[in-house]
């Protein structure tokens, strides 16, 4: 049976780390690097596909691009960047208030005001998009991910010679197969990626190892499987990812990267599971779990289409508020019930 999960103050969430099917989530944890993450081997620009972090270019300097590189001092808009004791001293274009368990510890910068974002193109400029590991992506400055500061607007998948030519202030692999990398959250949003590269998981490939999380990123073309299909490699699969970690008597399935929970389709949703100790969002089979909306009155995950129960009431992941229910936003919330700590995620929420 999946662990019934009790929810506490600070409209905590339940997160269904197990998805779709009725296992432990202790198990997940054990078991979580068994997903398939096979590397693609001979595309220009992405090395084996599970490091990343030899290449690439560019470094920058500090300071807090959004605001044209005001010192915190200086810094009293709430602007992008900009730091913060909470929420309520960023603005409303960057509202959310940073902390460590949101964008994970090993970024060594918290108390910073962001907003949720796909690729770096959802970010205000001189910021890029950065995959946290945690449940969300989050803008944040190049530096501190060693990457430059953009000056061009090219997305990920896109020719470059350098990172600043880069929205993202990242270009990876080596002359003259040097491509632009970025996040992104949707297979379904072809617009995300340039071909022929699509949004699919694997390691992110930056030049800093915490810029390296398991997250669905502009990466090359995988196979045929779209959610759903039967696999039992990564390279069968459309969205890069063949789920293996399936109890009997269910096979392993081709999961895709999702921002929404239509784009997953009947029969199928957006859901949180994890891949080690990253957390990522993908289209898993519901299988015997509920199919309650966002706003639905719940008393844990189980019941809702997303996954997760929030304060009470049904909420899903999120990467903006456009997914969100009238009156929510997209926010980091604190899940008090996994096993390895309490991180936060990206959902819903009044």
């Known amino acids: 049976m999946r662990a019934v999960l009790v929810l506490v103050a600070v409209a905590a969430v339940a997160v269904c780390f197990a998805c779709t099917y009725s296992i432990p989530q202790v198990k997940l944890l054990d078991d979580g690097g068994q997903v398939g993450t096979e590397a693609s081997d001979g595309e220009p620009g992405f090395g084996d596909g599970d490091d990343g972090a030899d290449e690439g270019s560019g470094s920058s300097s500090g300071g807090h691009p959004g605001d044209a590189g005001m010192t915190d001092a200086a810094c009293t808009d709430g602007g992008s960047l900009c730091s913060c004791s909470s929420a309520s001293e960023c603005s409303t274009a960057t509202p959310i208030c940073a902390q460590a368990a949101d964008v994970g510890g090993d970024l060594?910068?918290?108390g910073f005001c962001t907003k949720p974002c796909c690729t770096s193109g959802d970010c205000s400029a001189g910021s890029v998009c950065f995959a946290s590991g945690q449940g969300g992506n989050y803008c944040v400055d190049p530096a501190w991910l060693g990457r430059s500061v953009p000056t061009k607007t090219a997305i990920g998948g896109s020719p470059c010679l350098s990172g600043d030519?880069?929205?993202?202030?990242?270009?990876?692999g080596t002359s003259p197969n040097q491509v632009c990398a970025d996040t992104c959250c949707?297979?379904?949003?072809s617009a995300e990626c340039l071909n022929p590269t699509q949004c699919a998981f694997g390691f992110f490939q930056g030049t800093a190892s915490v810029d390296t999380h398991y997250a669905a990123r502009c990466g090359p073309v995988g196979g045929s499987g779209t959610a759903g299909s039967l696999c039992s490699v990564s390279s069968q699969c459309a969205g890069g990812l063949c789920y293996t970690n399936v109890p009997p008597p269910y096979s392993a399935f081709c999961?895709?990267?999702?921002a929404t929970q239509t784009e997953c389709g009947s029969g199928y949703a957006c859901q949180l599971d994890i891949n080690g100790n990253d957390i990522y969002a993908g289209c898993f089979?519901?299988?015997?779990?509920?199919?309650?909306?966002?706003?639905s009155q719940c008393s844990n995950y189980g019941s809702c289409l997303g996954g997760l129960c929030n304060a009470g009431l049904c909420s899903n992941i999120c990467f903006s508020d456009a997914v969100c229910s009238s009156g929510w936003t997209c926010k980091p919330e604190l899940d008090t019930s996994y096993p390895a700590g309490d991180p936060t995620v990206l959902a819903c929420g009044p």
């Open 165 to 172: 030519q880069c929205r993202s202030g990242l270009c990876i």
């Open 186 to 189: 949707s297979f379904a949003a």
């Open 108 to 110: 060594g910068h918290a």
């Open 255 to 258: 999961v895709q990267p999702c």
């Open 285 to 295: 089979n519901l299988e015997g779990n509920g199919t309650a909306p966002q706003g």
